[in-house]
């Protein structure tokens, strides 16, 4: 049977941004529906990715990234704090390789003018710290930390039912269509969804459900990365990072919250979203890590997973940024589109929450 349901606002997509943005919507009071096209929430890219509180060092100038960033740190180690979710600011160390101090210290003065804490550690220094660690100098972030994602998205979608939202998950929204001051939303099983105001949260699907006839000039570029597990006792303390490489942060020693340690991503374009780790990769991956760590034993890499970053390319290249698409080029339009979420997004969750609030106000 087809049935009509209106509210107030609908979120299309239970990522953790998709939940934080409803809870926002939810806590303030308005009617919110989240749809889901899988059975659980978080399961897509907000399950597969280095889990990692960015503390804010990379990110361009006055980007949505970097402002997001700064605030969503803030916002998250608070909400993790008051909802008892397992979480640590473990710290990172980035360390260079000889002939890369200058882009280390770009990384330093940049930390510096966004007040983020960070201190420099020179090779003798840094063998004190960590003996294995080879590197030519390396930078100390202590806010940089880890939480468990899961207990996240959990977290945030009790808040949203709290609030009286409403989760429906098994639902795939085929279409995204505005009728004067309207949204409405299809579901694949008939049910339309007529709201004041529709988010389009649907992370590496998000582009498909732009509303025509007002789609920019914007295509999916999908960059997969893939992690190996390290079986065994790591010597390091914090998370390490060689310098970033193209298209991410570089192959790096990230933490769970039980310890395991897990190595990775990598970057490799593909042309759709697909999840399998190559066994093969291992090579690569070694090459990579013996830089920073010549002692790692190739034998304790297992491909663990991989996830795929949602990037956009606009007629400039690939938009280094998050773009909120609607309501800045018309306030009264009644989609908002939150495109290229890439990392650091799960940082930034609460504070795109928070934005995408004041943005459809
Ligand atoms: C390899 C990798 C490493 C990363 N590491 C970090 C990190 O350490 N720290 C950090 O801050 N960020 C990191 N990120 C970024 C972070 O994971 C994402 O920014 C964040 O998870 C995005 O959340 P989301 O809710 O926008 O997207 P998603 O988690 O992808 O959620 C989108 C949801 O929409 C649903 N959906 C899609 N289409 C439809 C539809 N038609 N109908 C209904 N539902 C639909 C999907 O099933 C999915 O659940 C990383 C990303 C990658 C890929």
Redesign the pocket.
């Given at each position: 049977m087809m049935d009509t349901v209106n509210t107030e606002v609908v979120v299309?997509?239970?990522?953790?941004?998709?939940?934080a943005v409803a809870r926002q919507f939810a806590m303030r009071g308005a009617q919110v529906i989240l749809?889901?096209?899988?059975s659980s929430?978080?399961?897509?890219?907000?399950?597969?990715?280095?889990?990692?509180?960015?503390a804010g060092l990379y990110y361009t100038e006055y980007s949505l990234k970097e402002k997001l960033?700064l605030v969503g740190k803030e916002l998250l180690y608070q909400y993790c704090a008051d909802k008892d979710i397992p979480h640590s600011a473990i710290g990172k160390w980035i360390v260079s390789a000889p002939g890369q101090e200058s882009r280390l210290e770009e990384i330093y003065q940049r930390a510096l003018s966004n007040d983020v804490p960070i201190s420099r550690l020179s090779a003798a220094e840094m063998r004190r710290e960590a003996a294995e660690l080879a590197c030519s100098a390396a930078l100390e972030s202590t806010s940089t930390g880890i939480v468990d994602?899961q207990q996240l998205v959990h977290s945030l979608s009790l808040d949203f039912e709290e609030a009286g939202g409403l989760v429906h998950c098994r639902?795939?929204?085929?279409s995204l269509a505005v009728d004067g001051r309207k949204a409405i939303l299809t579901i694949e099983d008939g049910t339309t969804i007529v709201a004041d105001l529709a988010i389009n949260?649907?992370?590496?699907?998000?582009l498909?459900?732009l509303p025509d006839p007002m789609s920019p000039d914007l295509e999916n570029y999908y960059?997969?990365?893939s992690?190996f597990s390290y079986s065994g006792g790591v010597p390091f303390r914090r998370l390490v990072y060689p310098l970033p490489a193209a298209g991410?942060l570089g192959i790096h020693l990230?933490f769970d919250l039980s310890g395991a340690a897990t190595f990775?991503?990598n970057t490799e374009p593909v042309g759709a979203p697909e999840f399998s780790v190559a066994e093969s990769d291992v090579h690569a991956f070694v090459n990579a890590i013996v830089h920073y760590w010549p002692n790692c034993d190739p034998s304790k890499l297992s491909p663990a997973y991989?996830?795929?970053?949602?990037q956009i390319i606009g007629r400039d290249g690939v938009v280094n940024d998050f773009i909120f698409w609607g309501k800045e080029i018309d306030p009264k339009f009644p989609v908002l589109s939150?495109l290229g979420?890439?990392?650091?997004?799960?940082?930034?969750?609460l504070a795109i929450a928070d934005q995408v609030f004041e943005l459809a106000q």
């Open positions: 299309v997509g239970g990522g953790v941004v998709g939940v749809i889901e096209k899988e929430l978080g399961s897509c890219t907000s399950a597969r990715n280095s889990g990692v509180i960015h960033c994602v639902a795939r929204a085929t949260a649907a992370g590496l699907n998000a498909e459900l960059l997969k990365g992690y991410g990230t990775g991503p991989s996830g795929v970053r949602p939150l979420i890439d990392s650091p997004g799960l940082t930034c969750c």
